[in-house]
């Protein structure tokens, strides 16, 4: 339900956690109707947090949350890596124009937050309480009185009103999120509320309550040289937040230095406790993997999270590793699934026929990646929601799946009812040399033959060609040992690597042939499904259904999942929808590791009870040990 990282700032990585998410205030218990978290109150009831289905975990007067340390100290500085440039803080246009500089979330705040120990639960961040009707048409978010930016001023309706219109107009993917407000109006001296175009859709109250609030105020003011500021382009201005943290100090395109608001209005409050204790979070950006790592082994920044199997095989045999002074660890992934394939743009005829996408997975050995350029740390991603078994389609469906699946069956493959989905598995000379036979048999099913060693299609003659476009060289590689395999076929194969910024513009249009791509899934599928998936996102400039799924049957599904009454529904609705995805072969299904790999130099304490679905949780509720510093030397 929520958006990720990666759907907000796609064009910029960040090596380092999800940004702190502020926190949350206390609210008097007169102040609230005690109600439970899973249905809609009574009309006029207030609570303290919603959760999409169950009870909240957390009362009214909670003190903090179970997973920090309420007596973590405060100071110290922790230098992170960020990967690639920057040139803009507008969070309004990042991933439209320019490249943002990803730390610039910590400085915001939003109306609610998440915990990190329960599943599509919030509790009142910016807002101290909300409230919604039964029918879930509409929601009211009351803002606390304390809240206040950076500058003194308070927090007020206008600013999340005027947020809300500055992300919709100028944001292709916050315009999809937010497209079902159709309106937003001050209601009280602290309340703003939300309509929306239909009742029904239980999450809706929760998807406006993680909009990013601005300060009206500020975006509509000069700067310090007297020049009007303009919330639809780029600026190096150093914005003005609301949150725990401010930037002090940058260096375009190479350094961001963030540092703990002293007399942050939030700092005593129950979600507060625990959070956000280094005086000063600095960021180093570094456009190659291998740079960053160099710098990370020669103490010039602390901590590194490993997304190349390779080198964490490989690259960790330095002193001070062998020392104890840098720490190794894996941290398990609950809280999110993912699909990360080779994707086809099926706009373009020759990805139209799902045997001829099928045939690609089919000349895709995997296991000879893995075991080559991955060390075998890899699994095969097998479901669109991979790594959350309960959510991810497996055997034959059955039950309350079954019925649903029943309402679109003369518009979805047969074997969706009839044959468990699988990978094509090689990874031996025989297993390749009947995978390719397949392959070839599927496109004689979608159109094509072999001609004079060329793959062509029937009709036209036209030969068979794809363009891998790529926006780093990490993929070439890998891209490179897929590549012989389709030459086989009589497949012309290219590799074509471009700077973020044209590709960027090229999927602005959809001019490729087949991408890297990844879906972030949460734990409770929800709304983002549409822009994933459905049709009308499929020409949406800067949508994330870059395949370009036109499929009513999608469309219906989504909706199952969006509009399902309970959590047993919603799990059923959310594996038909894998199943179908599944069985149309839109994608070439890659790898995944379901763990975050970090190394780190021993500098730090940390919670005992470690978040359920945070995993490292870092910077957020980690803190500075001046005692492990001491031993490990190198720095005070």
């Known amino acids: 339900m929520r ?46 947090g919603v959760s999409l289905f169950g009870e909240l975990k957390y009362p009214q007067d909670f003190k903090h949350f179970d997973y920090v340390n309420p007596a973590a100290p405060k100071g110290g500085t922790v230098r992170q890596i960020a990967i690639g440039t920057f040139d803009n803080f507008n969070v309004v246009v990042s991933g439209v124009k320019g490249n943002l500089a990803g ?29 919604y009707p039964a029918d879930y048409a509409s929601v009211t978010y009351r803002l606390r009185a304390n809240a206040r930016w950076h500058d003194g001023r308070p927090v007020t309706p206008e600013d999340v009103i005027f947020s809300l219109d500055a992300f919709t107009k100028n944001h292709p993917q916050f315009g999809a999120y937010y497209r ?16 929306f175009d239909q009742p029904g859709n239980r999450e809706l109250p929760q998807i406006v309550g993680q909009l990013r609030v601005l300060p009206k105020h500020w975006w509509e003011g000069t700067d310090a040289s007297g020049r009007k500021r303009d919330v639809t382009q780029t600026t190096l201005d150093v914005p003005l937040g609301s949150g725990a943290y401010r930037i002090r100090e940058f260096s375009p395109g190479r350094t961001v230095v963030l540092e703990r608001v002293k007399d942050y209005w939030g700092k005593d409050l129950p979600v507060a406790v625990g959070r956000d204790n280094f005086d000063e979070l600095r960021y180093e950006y570094f456009r190659d993997t291998t740079v960053a790592l160099e710098a990370f082994k020669g103490d010039a920044v602390d901590w590194r999270t490993e997304n190349s199997a390779k080198d964490w095989a490989t690259a960790y045999d ?26 086809f743009n099926t706009r373009r005829d020759k990805f139209k026929d799902r045997h001829v996408r099928r045939a690609f997975n089919y000349a895709f050995d995997f296991e000879d990646m893995n075991q080559a350029m991955f060390f075998g740390q890899y699994k095969r991603i097998g479901s669109y929601f991979e790594g959350m078994p309960d959510l991810m389609s497996s055997g034959l469906p059955q039950g309350q799946e079954l ?14 009812f009839t044959t468990p989905y699988t990978n094509p598995v090689a990874g031996s000379p025989e297993a390749v040399r009947a995978n390719l036979r397949e392959a070839l048999r599927l496109f004689k099913l979608g159109g094509y033959e072999v001609r004079d060693r060329k793959l062509v299609n029937v009709k036209t003659g036209e030969p068979m060609a794809v363009e891998f476009l790529l926006s780093s060289q990490t993929f070439e590689r890998l ?50 499904q549409r822009g994933f998936w459905g049709s009308q996102a499929a020409d949406q400039p800067g949508s994330q259904n870059s395949v370009g799924i036109r499929n009513p049957a999608v469309d219906a599904l989504i909706e199952k999942v969006i509009f399902a009454k309970d959590r047993a529904e919603l799990v059923a609705a959310t594996k038909a ?24 130099w021993d500098r730090f304490g940390r919670p005992e009870t470690m978040p359920t679905y945070g995993a490292s949780a870092f910077p957020t509720i980690w803190w500075w040990d001046a005692a492990k510093a001491a031993k490990t030397g190198g720095r005070s």
């Open 318 to 343: 330095f002193p001070a590793v062998k020392e104890g002074r840098v720490i190794r660890e894996e941290f398990p992934i609950r809280s999110s699934g993912v699909m990360q394939a080779f994707a």
């Open 3 to 48: 958006l990720t990282r990666r759907d907000l700032i796609r064009s910029t990585a960040i090596a380092a956690a999800t940004p702190a998410l502020a926190p949350l205030a206390g609210i008097a218990p007169a102040a609230l109707a005690q109600t439970g978290g899973g249905e809609a109150p009574a009309k006029g009831a207030w609570r303290h």
């Open 577 to 600: 929808l894998d199943r179908v995805l599944l069985w149309n072969f839109y994608v070439v299904p890659q790898w995944t590791y379901g763990k975050v790999r970090t190394a780190r």
């Open 479 to 528: 891209v490179l040992r897929y590549q012989p395999s389709l030459e086989r076929l009589g497949i012309a194969v290219s590799v074509r690597t471009i700077d973020p910024t044209q590709y960027e513009n090229r999927m602005r249009t959809w001019d490729f042939d087949i991408i890297v791509d990844s879906w972030g899934q949460s734990l409770s599928p929800g709304n983002e």
């Open 180 to 195: 079902h407000v159709t309106k937003a109006e001050k209601t009280g001296e602290r309340d703003v509320t939300f309509t």
């Open 403 to 416: 019925a649903i699946l029943e309402t679109v069956r003369d518009k979805v493959p047969p074997e969706v």
């Open 103 to 131: 730390p610039v979330f910590f400085t915001y705040e939003t109306l609610m937050t998440p915990a990190l120990d329960e599943v599509s639960t919030e509790y009142g961040l910016l807002a101290e309480a909300v409230s």
